[in-house]
């Protein structure tokens, strides 16, 4: 199985993790105010890590520790924007809004590398957007909003996240810079607690079960695979299987909450995942190379 393949399949793990997080996210913030989960949330992900690879840790370079505030910072301000915007804005704008990274992402990516995408990965995103508007959209969309206006801007963060974290793994040591993301944003947002919300430990026994599960598999897991995935697959590919994640959250809504989904979300889902197999498997190639297996016969 080629590198780039298995970067992908890693990436749409990650998407799967994150679909689920809604749920436990959901029941968290029910017991915790925003910044004040968020802070516990990276910073037990962040101790927890560190002490899985503590001899990483111990001897991380400078340009490591660098990268990883760098993109720490971005990842916080993601996390801050789109957290401020949903007080303004409707959740299905959001995610919406949010996913228009996966055409920023090329857009952005093909400026800073002068590297214009392929028509491939173009119509893939293309298709993806669409089905992201399907799946997320609700008929009752009013006019822009300060809210939006924030998440847009969460938006191009998030996008300029995924270029550069494509572009520093390739120079450093993966995992401690993931590492490192983690404890920034965890401090950041415990800072922001303490200056606008009333921050709290007390959690009850099954807050604390779904902070820990969180920690674990939907932050420091989920980070850690991107940053060392981003290494064997480029930005763009990144993107577009982010999109996946408002679809594993409608099929774990489904299955825990007995949300549908409905036919237009159903086929918001469908252009989607079409979009990123479209992205993933070269059909022209696959095409040629079965027609001269046929002629050699």
């Not at 303490?194 to 939907?218: Q, R």
């Not at 469908?270 to 070269?282: C, D, H, K, S, V």
């Amino acid at each position: 199985m080629e590198k780039q393949l298995k970067a992908d399949i890693g990436l749409l793990l990650v998407t799967v993790g994150w679909g689920a997080s809604f749920i436990l996210t959901k029941d968290s913030l029910s017991e915790l105010q925003t910044y004040n989960f968020l802070a516990i949330r990276f910073l037990l992900a962040f101790f927890i890590s560190a002490f899985f690879y503590y001899k990483r840790m111990m001897k991380i370079e400078k340009t490591t520790l660098k990268f990883g505030l760098i993109l720490g910072v971005l990842l916080y301000a993601h996390y801050a924007l789109q957290t401020v915007g949903l007080n303004y804005t409707s959740a299905s704008k959001s995610a919406f809004i949010t996913g228009l990274n996966v055409i920023l992402v090329p857009i952005f990516y093909s400026i800073l590398s002068k590297n214009i995408p392929s028509k491939r990965v173009s119509i893939s995103a293309i298709l993806a957007l669409i089905g992201l508007g399907f799946l997320t959209l609700n008929t009752n969309i009013d006019g822009v909003n300060i809210g939006d206006i924030y998440t847009l801007i969460c938006a191009f963060v998030f996008a300029f996240y995924i270029i550069y974290v494509g572009k520093y793994t390739k120079d450093v040591e993966s995992i401690s810079m993931a590492i490192i993301q983690l404890g920034v944003v965890g401090i950041l947002s415990m800072i922001t607690s303490l200056a606008f919300e009333n921050p709290t430990m007390k959690v009850s026994l099954g807050g604390w079960i779904n902070i820990v599960v969180l920690a674990i598999v939907c932050t420091s897991g989920a980070y850690i695979v991107q940053n060392v995935a981003q290494k064997y697959t480029t930005p763009n590919h990144t993107a577009l299987i982010y999109t996946c994640e408002p679809v594993f959250a409608g099929i774990f809504g489904f299955l825990f909450f007995n949300e549908y989904l409905g036919v237009k979300g159903s086929f918001g889902a469908f252009l989607i995942l079409t979009g990123m197999l479209m992205a993933e498997i070269n059909f022209k190639k696959l095409f040629n190379k079965d027609k001269s297996k046929s002629r050699s016969k």
